[in-house]
């Protein structure tokens, strides 16, 4: 596994991430490492985006959707 290695982490940041860790009953590497793989599994808002933007299908305009989802919504 790779290592990696952060200089210059303002004392207040460590000293809020180590309390995390105590709470979690993790020491402060594992807690990190958590940290780093949830971050690295949540796409961003730019990535989703970008997935959205080469789908295919619909094929109502911008406003023919919201006549249709006001028109759903006065029917109930």
């Known amino acids: 596994m790779i290592s990696v290695q952060i200089t ?3 004392e207040q940041t460590l000293a809020v ?7 979690a009953d993790q ?3 594992e807690y990190l490492l958590e940290l780093l793989v949830r ?5 961003t808002l730019d990535e989703v985006l ?3 933007g080469h789908r295919k299908g619909g094929t109502l305009s911008f406003s023919e ?3 249709a989802g006001r028109d759903d919504r006065d029917s109930r």
């Open 8 to 10: 210059g982490a303002p």
């Open 17 to 23: 991430l180590r309390q995390r860790a105590a709470r």
């Open 27 to 29: 020491s402060l590497q």
């Open 39 to 43: 971050e690295a599994n949540s796409p």
């Open 50 to 52: 970008d997935r959205a």
């Open 65 to 67: 959707a919201v006549e």
